[in-house]
């Protein structure tokens, strides 16, 4: 048996929030081109947004859409830089206004990289896009090379499964093309609709931003319980040690993104951008809670399946024969009791063959104890 003498824990992570109207443009271009290229969004006014938008527009949001990853680079690349992200429009749009050739292409290069980045990471293999792969270099001295960037340009495109990206790569050398495209779409969403959607919203956030300020000091044992407590919102993601993992958390509450979330983090600081609730969402978001709870508290609320979720906190996972033999109960009893922790969502359940697996749900367990935590404040 393995022993760890010393065993490693989670850091006391410094908790901020702040609003940024930079953050929210760029994340907003994101659910925009999610709703123009068939993707569910949730949000009405993103909907009715998109429908709306000048073709113009749209054609910079097609050109721009590859490279820089629906817009998530841009995003990215702002908060990567950016120092002081709670600028007001005019010095968001000036902070792009400045950018030198040496700056676009930094930038251009930072989406190549983040573009295959994640086609290595959650994108099933392209043998044409994997051979092509061999032939260059994803390093950034390399990729200022223009023959290297071109070949790379071509393949982030053909990732992207592009059918006209001989014709479209070419528009990526033109460095200063490309910032007047970038500024184009910016001032072009923020005239069609975005500035007054940002000003009906703003009040709202700073509203709410100041009712949670006092979460910030909470202690808590992972980052996850405290984006559950702030936003309301349990990640469902394999990112969650990542987010656990930083020594630095930002949120930034940003309208329209409904009940999805987005991470990311450079070196340990991470960011968490997500859609604030308002008093009456929140407090009808906490009795939806409240009651997906109530079944977990019925679970746990007889003696024998309190027995039963012990067994399997202590194992991975077992099967019904193996917790009657552990507990002297008998197969009937262990069925009952195990349909009831499955119902309740308790309990997980893996079926290899004939055989069900049993395990513990964390997710569920951790949502019950935060409840309980919340009864103590």
């Given at each position: 048996?393995?022993r ?22 760029l ?9 123009l290229n068939?993707s ?6 993103v ?5 709306a ?9 097609r ?56 086609y290595?990471k959650y994108l ?18 390399q ?7 071109e ?18 790569a ?20 923020w005239?069609?609709?975005f ?27 992972m ?16 990112e ?12 930034i ?10 991470f ?20 009808s ?5 409240s009651?997906e709870?109530?079944l ?25 024969q193996?917790i ?10 262990v069925?009952?009791h195990?349909?009831y ?9 893996r079926?290899?063959g ?14 019950v ?9």
């Amino acid at each position: 048996m393995e022993r760890n003498l010393l065993i490693p824990t989670y850091p006391k992570t410094k908790l901020r929030m702040t609003e940024s109207v930079g953050v929210s443009v760029l994340t907003n271009i994101q659910l925009l081109d999610y709703c123009l290229n068939n993707s569910a969004v949730e949000s009405k006014w993103v909907k009715d947004f998109a429908k709306a938008l000048p073709e113009n527009l749209k054609k910079d949001l097609r050109v721009l859409r590859t490279i820089f990853a629906h817009g998530v680079i841009l995003r990215d690349y702002y908060l990567k830089h950016q120092t002081s992200i709670n600028q007001d429009w005019d010095d968001f749009r000036e902070w792009w206004e400045t950018f030198s050739e040496t700056d676009v292409l930094e930038l251009v290069i930072y989406g190549i990289q983040e573009n295959m980045a994640y086609y290595e990471k959650y994108l099933p293999s392209d043998p044409s896009v994997d051979e092509k792969l061999q032939e260059i270099s994803l390093e950034s001295e390399q990729l200022k090379v223009l023959s290297n960037r071109e070949k790379a340009i071509s393949i982030v495109l053909e990732s992207w499964l592009v059918k006209d990206f001989e014709e479209l790569a070419p528009l990526f050398n033109d460095l200063k093309g490309i910032k007047e495209r970038i500024i184009r779409l910016l001032d072009g969403v923020w005239n069609s609709g975005f500035q007054a959607c940002w000003q009906s919203s703003k009040s709202r956030i700073v509203g709410w931003k100041e009712n949670q300020l006092s979460k910030l000091s909470n202690p808590y044992g992972m980052n996850e319980e405290a984006i559950f407590d702030i936003t309301g919102l349990y990640p469902d993601t394999m990112e969650k040690e990542e987010m656990n993992r930083v020594h630095e958390l930002t949120f930034i509450p940003v309208p329209n993104m409904g009940r999805l979330l987005s991470f990311l983090k450079f070196n340990r600081h991470g960011f968490l951008i997500f859609e604030p609730t308002s008093t009456n969402d929140y407090a009808s978001a906490e009795k939806n809670n409240s009651a997906e709870v109530n079944l977990a508290f019925e679970g746990l609320g007889d003696s024998t399946r309190l027995q039963i979720i012990h067994l399997l906190a202590k194992n991975d996972e077992m099967f019904a024969q193996q917790i009657v033999n552990e507990l002297n109960l008998k197969q009937s009893s262990v069925s009952r009791h195990l349909n009831y922790l499955h119902k309740t969502n308790l309990v997980s359940v893996r079926q290899e063959g004939n055989t069900k697996y049993y395990s513990i749900n964390q997710n569920e367990i951790k949502k019950v104890i935060y409840v309980l935590e919340n009864l103590l404040k």
